[in-house]
DNA sequence: GCGACAG
DNA sequence: ATCTTGTCGC
């Protein structure tokens, strides 16, 4: 069952005359942490049932009294279960010998669409030997610490469609330096079976431990364990997480991203970004121009004026 | 006033 | 992530 779905669930408990919070409909998904992406889809998609009954906390919005009985499937318990569960699975161990290429995914979006670039450079010279793009319909919500399971599909996609992979995937977000110890880098590095290293620009979880230096690295400690590190690239004072995702050393993770830096973030991933962000700007181009082409459907579309061929 | 959690 | 144009600065 996805996200809508299990949502639309829940919307369909709320009596009639009565209102619900978006917490309490959150908590009912599993996790309160969805509060704002809920809020965001049923103020896109009014159409959903009893959308305009679930009102913000303060309840001023409501106009009858409150329901919270919901009942049936947290889907974000499940989906956090199994983060748990894919985390006794991460290896952080080198499942490789030497580096000869490294890829990047990125995902840019526009509405409920995504965009995917993976890219994989050759690790000796940082040249580009494969690309490939994937455009999908999104409907998962971004919603802190499940991003994961907005951008996997998209993820696969693009890596279904690699002629070779690479040896280790930079993916943009966090490995194990997230809540239940399992990333974005990790879910991607597990499914694919692919040594994966998460790169974020945020830190989601954890403290650095001393200061961090220009050019320098500092651990993230999370419950008295080192999961990754803070490291500064370039001339850039906002530092980049690295952690391992799967079958990387968090030292070597370290490693490999601070040689692929030219700028704050690694090429392989600032590259993906770049590609992907062209993609999604072409696209809509694209609609554009096809919108004004062809206003009608071709049945319906006014006779055109004859001109000379 | 505090906090606002990767992309 | 996205909304957004030109502009100031190294």
Redesign the pocket.
């Known amino acids: 069952m996805d996200f809508l779905a299990e949502l639309e669930t829940l919307l369909r408990q709320i009596p009639p005359g009565h209102f619900a919070r978006v917490a309490d409909v959150a908590r009912a998904l599993g996790d ?2 969805a509060s ?1 992406a809920i809020a965001r889809v049923l103020r896109d998609h009014p159409e959903l049932p009893n959308a305009r009954r679930v009102v913000a906390g303060s309840g001023l919005a409501a106009r009858g009294p409150f329901f919270n009985a919901f009942r049936g499937g947290p889907l974000l318990a499940e989906l956090r279960a199994e ?1 748990i569960e894919l985390a006794t699975k991460v290896s952080r161990r080198n499942g490789f010998r030497s580096v000869r290429t490294v890829g990047g995914v ?6 409920d669409r995504g ?1 995917a670039t993976l890219v994989v450079l050759r690790a000796s010279d940082l040249t580009v030997v494969e690309e490939v793009r994937v455009t999908q319909p999104v409907s998962f ?11 996997w599909p998209l993820i696969e996609a693009a890596a279904a469609r690699l002629r070779e992979r690479p040896t280790v995937l930079l ?5 194990q ?4 110890r ?6 991607v590095g597990i499914r694919l079976g692919v040594p994966t290293i ?8 954890g403290s650095i431990r001393g200061s961090l230096e220009p050019g320098g690295g500092a651990p993230v400690v999370v419950d008295g364990e080192v999961l990754g590190y803070a490291m500064r690239t370039s001339q850039s004072t906002k530092p980049l ?1 690295v952690s391992t995702g799967h079958r990387v050393a968090t030292r070597t993770a370290v490693r490999i991203v601070r040689a692929l830096c030219r700028t704050r973030q690694p090429e392989p991933l600032r590259i993906a ?1 770049v590609l ?2 062209e993609m ?1 700007r072409r696209q ?1 181009k694209k609609v554009q121009e096809g919108l004004k082409l062809a206003p009608f459907p071709r049945s319906e579309r006014p006779k055109a004026k004859g001109r000379g061929a």
């Open positions: 309160v942490r704002a983060q990125d995902v840019s979006y526009e509405g965009f919500p971004y919603i802190p610490t499940y991003l994961a399971y907005r951008e993916v943009d977000g966090h490995g330096l997230h809540p239940a399992c990333g974005i880098a990790c879910l998460g790169v974020a620009k945020h830190p989601l979880v997480f970004h992907a962000t999604k809509r």
